[in-house]
């Protein structure tokens, strides 16, 4: 029996995990995730009678594989396609149709969180909430085939594991291997690896009203990243998600202006960005929320991937990465497919 150990229970990790179902089927698999919930920004929160996404907005059809999994290999009871297109604003908020017509944009009625619980329901997986990763230790209890342990910031250590899956964000996943008590060359050529991946961070305000909009998209990008709104998307355009005669914004500010303001006190950042959006949108109905939400994301869209070396010698010593940033495209599909991949490279390594 192979023992895995998951640290983050993200996209990535839920995809690996399910296809190490098939892959490595006598494999026990241990997952330990810092928080209640799963599927990392893939996030769902519920309200007045309303779903709302607000991290990632959706999955798109991009990858075939991944549409298989969706489509095929889990229940598709609630799953849903936002039929209406995304377009595009300059930093003017000049308003432009986008290109994405025939694309499709899946969700759930009961939100995207829904994608991580059903791949987790479909494996043996043993899944640890509230357990924070603080050490990763190699050889720690002086065997000589390689294992690997974990210690929890409450002093407790799971393992030993043969096989190693790292989920967080790059940084997070950088400083965990910076203290790792892990003697070896590649530890050090990781870490400058995944040290130099850059991320996007990104404030995001939610906006009841208690009326409907008119618009013919579901959301607006902007696409030269020189507005200090990145992203408004219409949440009652997905089936189930907001009831008749309602609207519901998520609203993303971009890199600079989250970096600027992410500590500042939430009210005033949004009443700043209703103001924004109701100018972006020519509706000053909108800067008079009935209720809001909010959330920070310090470390929410990789720029760029990292490099492929290093992550391969960390392999041969049983230790994998997984996620978004080591796909190097920020899409919830990217991690869904790298997750799956990973558990390829796990099943021929065994």
């Given amino acids: 029996m192979t023992r895995i150990g998951i640290v983050g229970a993200g996209a990535g990790a839920a995809a690996a995990t399910n296809a190490l179902e098939r892959t490595a089927p006598d494999a026990d698999v241990t997952v330990l995730e810092k928080s209640r919930g799963v599927c990392g920004r893939a996030a769902t929160r519920r309200?007045?009678?309303?779903?709302?996404?607000?991290?990632?907005?959706?999955?798109?059809?991009?990858?075939?594989?991944?549409?298989?999994?969706?489509?095929?290999?889990?229940?598709?009871?609630?799953?849903?396609?936002?039929?209406?297109?995304?377009?595009?604003?300059?930093?003017?908020?000049?308003?432009?149709?986008?290109?994405?017509?025939?694309?499709?944009?899946?969700?759930?009625?009961?939100?995207?969180?829904?994608?991580?619980?059903?791949?987790?329901?479909?494996?043996?997986?043993?899944?640890?909430?509230?357990?924070?990763?603080?050490?990763?230790?190699?050889?720690?209890?002086?065997?000589?085939?390689?294992?690997?342990?974990?210690?929890?910031?409450?002093?407790?250590?799971?393992?030993?594991f043969d096989v190693l899956l790292l989920n967080p964000p790059a940084p997070q996943t950088a400083e965990l291997l910076r203290s790792a008590d892990w003697e070896s060359d590649v530890r050090d050529r990781l870490v400058?690896?995944?040290?130099?991946?850059?991320?996007?961070?990104?404030?995001?305000?939610?906006?009841?009203?208690?009326?409907?909009?008119?618009?013919?998209?579901?959301?607006?990008?902007?696409?030269?990243?020189?507005?200090?709104?990145?992203?408004?998307?219409?949440?009652?355009?997905?089936?189930?998600h907001v009831p008749d005669g309602e609207s519901l914004l998520v609203v993303q500010a971009n890199h600079e202006w989250?970096?600027?303001?992410?500590?500042?006190?939430?009210?005033?950042?949004?009443t700043e960005l209703a103001a924004l959006t109701a100018d972006l949108l020519e509706d000053d109905r909108l800067r008079e929320p009935d209720w809001t939400d909010h959330q920070g994301w310090r470390y929410a869209l990789p720029e760029a991937g990292v490099a492929r070396d290093p992550l391969q010698l960390a392999e041969a010593d049983g230790l994998y990465c997984l996620g978004d940033w080591v796909a190097g495209e920020a899409r919830l599909h990217a991690a869904l497919r790298n997750g799956l991949e990973v558990a390829e490279r796990v099943a021929d390594r065994r």
Wanted: proline share 5%; charged share 35%; aromatic share 10%.
């Fill in 192 to 240: 400058d690896a995944i040290d130099a991946v850059p991320f996007r961070t990104i404030w995001t305000g939610i906006f009841h009203y208690p009326f409907e909009l008119e618009t013919p998209y579901y959301a607006l990008v902007n696409t030269d990243k020189a507005h200090e709104v990145g992203w408004v998307a219409r949440e009652e355009c997905k089936p189930g």
């Fill in 258 to 270: 989250s970096v600027d303001r992410y500590d500042e006190p939430p009210a005033e950042n949004l």
């Fill in 47 to 160: 309200r007045d009678g309303t779903v709302y996404d607000y991290g990632a907005n959706y999955v798109k059809s991009d990858d075939e594989r991944v549409g298989d999994v969706l489509t095929e290999a889990l229940d598709t009871d609630g799953l849903v396609d936002i039929e209406e297109p995304v377009w595009t604003f300059d930093a003017d908020g000049e308003v432009s149709p986008g290109e994405d017509r025939d694309d499709h944009k899946w969700t759930y009625r009961q939100g995207l969180t829904q994608i991580a619980k059903r791949l987790f329901a479909r494996s043996d997986a043993t899944i640890h909430r509230e357990t924070r990763v603080e050490r990763v230790i190699r050889d720690a209890d002086g065997s000589t085939d390689g294992v690997w342990h974990l210690e929890d910031t409450d002093g407790r250590r799971w393992g030993p």
